[in-house]
């Protein structure tokens, strides 16, 4: 391809950076990268990243995948903020999940500084990361979508366009993580509720799965609670950021969101029962405490 010599940095090694980092590594880039974690740099590194020595005039785009707004701006208009250091016209992508309005901010700030910025927002989960079938829902000008196409492609299995309205593809991720907050939440509930009246984890998933009230979030985190495996795939610390910038949203629209509100208050409530860094299927333990249930469900 074309742009098999183009030199990336991605900014945030979790699950999600990590895959993207992982999905450039396969099409050719040189991906270098950043991340606090020495596990999660350790195993960029073994897929072929470099951690070190970064040539920012030679970058073509600097992707941020980390956990807030604060840790975004800080990247990159802190004190040593990468803006600085990076040639005119290179890219600023930004996948994190963050309100529209600091979306805007961002994109003014970087055309202040020669560079392009792209409203990157994604879903997926760490798996579809790691095998380059995210989907991002996009909004910037003509030039940064043109500039992050092969990015995009290289990563991606669907890419949702919201046009040059910086902040759009931010205001869809909010809708996203609204549902799937919510969704984590009811299936926690419910999950914990047939526990309460008999019915195995193994019983109500094989079940649900089938039914109407199943959702990909039920299918994919039941499991997690069956195995009684907590690794964190997406950790319960997400949601009350997340879930705080929908309802952030939706009080400046004057929008009343109370079903997000309930769930909110189960994710911090996880986090402050010393949760946060487990797996966010963790929330069914707060049920689970509640209801004086054992969590998994011993049928023996």
Not at 152 to 165: K, P, V
Request: glycine share 8%; aromatic share 6%; proline share 3%.
């Amino acid at each position: 391809m074309s742009d098999i010599n183009k030199e990336i940095l991605v900014v945030g090694l979790g699950s999600m950076g990590l895959g993207i980092a992982q999905s450039l590594l396969r099409e050719g880039y040189k991906v270098y990268g950043q991340d606090k974690n020495s596990i999660q740099t350790d195993k960029f590194i073994k897929n072929g990243g470099v951690y070190t020595n970064i040539p920012f005039d030679n970058l073509e785009a600097v992707i941020v995948v980390v956990l807030n707004e604060k840790q975004t701006k800080e990247i990159l208009f802190g004190d040593d903020g990468l803006v600085k250091k990076m040639k005119a016209n290179s890219l600023i992508m930004v996948c994190t999940t963050v309100s529209p309005n600091f979306a805007k901010e961002m994109e003014a700030l970087s055309n202040n500084e020669n560079l392009l910025y792209l409203d990157a927002p994604i879903s997926g989960g760490s798996k579809k990361s790691s095998e380059g079938k995210l989907t991002y829902m996009i909004s910037g000008n003509k030039k940064a979508v043109e500039a992050a196409r092969p990015i995009l492609n290289a990563t991606s299995e669907m890419i949702f366009e919201f046009g040059e309205t910086v902040g759009s593809g931010s205001a869809m991720k909010a809708v996203n993580q609204m549902l799937a907050g919510i969704h984590i939440a009811a299936m926690a509930e419910a999950i914990t509720f047939g526990i309460s009246q008999g019915i195995t984890p193994q019983k109500f998933l094989e079940v649900i799965s089938k039914c109407a009230g199943t959702s990909w979030m039920l299918e994919n985190r039941a499991p997690h609670i069956i195995e009684n495996d907590y690794t964190p795939k997406s950790s319960i610390n997400i949601w009350p950021k997340d879930l705080g910038i929908v309802l952030d949203i939706a009080k400046n629209s004057s929008f009343s969101a109370p079903l997000t509100a309930v769930a909110l208050q189960q994710f911090i409530s996880a986090a402050g029962s010393g949760l946060g860094n487990e797996d966010d299927a963790a929330v069914a333990k707060i049920y689970a405490r509640n209801a004086g249930i054992e969590l998994p469900f011993n049928t023996k």
